[in-house]
């Protein structure tokens, strides 16, 4: 069956703040601690202790609320503008912006460092930190409104993946995860056959072999030199984050199995299936989320004025 662009950019927003939902009450479970496959849902089952006891089913959380600060930003400014990005991620982090029912949870170490920084007068551009240990995926969780609004060439929407990445997370491994990511999510949008390989074929194409992103890209990301990389984990090292959702699409058929995949591995699993569940929306589309998962999602009044502005330009566009 055909699946539309605007199906896939429906797909890819709400899949990504349904895997954040659908993880939010196992993080922090080992992988095994978590349920059996099939009793994986918005409301775990009876006696299962959730992460956060206190949070609804079906509540996104600080993957999902960044994930919507980056797509109003860019709405609003049409371009990528760091410093109106950090202002939005910091009145989200203050006052619940974009939040469901205006609460935040659930914030990374290294973001909270780096919106501190901000607060501070630190510019946006220069606010996380760049040390390698700086390396969580909190900058890749919420890139994908990047890829769903952007128009311009690869390495335009490359330049720009990393670029937001500088706002919370500095170092160049974590800037090259987010434009790979941002490539594969073009290539999945445009329906491409083998994704994966054709936006690792583009990055390597775009940065030569001396650049530093490329050396990150294949001494720790994708290495060159073997068939098969390493299988990702639930860790919440962008790496493991990027080669778990990797992994859990190649293995499955499905947006729903993809979901189960990604949370059975354990851990971060908010923000593993978030990551793995922008790009199964884009490849199967927004038919393909389980409506019971779609109708347990809350915040739908955040996201749907936004959703529709961004499906409203791509229609503008096309006239």
């Not at 199906?7 to 954040?20: A, S």
């Not at 073009?186 to 992103?213: H, K, V």
């Not at 490329?214 to 290495?223: A, M, P, Q, S």
């Not at 199995?257 to 923000?271: F, N, P, Q, R, S």
């Amino acid at each position: 069956m055909t699946v539309s662009t605007q199906e896939r950019i429906t797909g890819g927003l709400l899949g990504l703040l349904v895997g954040d939902a659908l993880g939010v009450p196992y993080e922090f479970t080992s992988p095994a601690q978590i349920p059996a496959r099939e009793l994986i849902e918005m409301a775990p089952p009876t006696g299962f202790m959730r992460a956060h006891p206190g949070v609804p089913p079906g509540t996104f959380s600080d993957d999902g609320s960044q994930a919507l600060c980056l797509l109003e930003s860019v709405l609003e400014r049409q371009a990528l503008d760091l410093d109106d990005f950090g202002r939005r991620l910091l009145d989200w982090y203050e006052h619940g912006h974009l939040a469901v029912d205006g609460k935040v949870f659930d914030v990374g170490m290294q973001t909270s460092s780096a919106l501190l920084e901000l607060r501070s007068g630190t510019p946006a551009s220069h606010a996380g930190r760049s040390d390698e240990r700086a390396n969580g995926n909190g900058s890749l969780m919420r890139v994908l409104p990047l890829a769903l609004w952007h128009k311009g060439s690869d390495k335009a929407l490359a330049t720009d993946a990393m670029a937001q990445s500088l706002v919370t997370h500095g170092h160049m491994r974590s800037q090259v995860c987010c434009a790979l990511y941002c490539l594969w999510a073009r290539r999945a949008l445009d329906g491409s056959d083998a994704p994966w390989d054709s936006a690792l074929a583009c990055f390597r194409a775009l940065y030569a072999q001396s650049e530093e992103a490329r050396l990150e890209l294949d001494t720790n990301i994708v290495r060159p030199d073997t068939t098969e990389d390493p299988p990702g984990c639930g860790s919440g090292y962008v790496v493991d984050c990027l080669r778990s959702a990797r992994d859990c699409i190649a293995k499955s058929h499905s947006f729903e199995e993809v979901m189960k995949a990604a949370i059975a591995l354990g851990d971060d699993t908010d923000t593993t299936a978030a990551v793995a569940g922008g790009i199964a929306g884009l490849l199967y589309g927004v038919a393909a989320i389980p409506e019971r998962w779609r109708t347990a999602l809350r915040g739908r009044d955040l996201v749907e004025p936004l959703l529709g502005r961004l499906l409203s330009r791509m229609r503008e566009e096309r006239r």
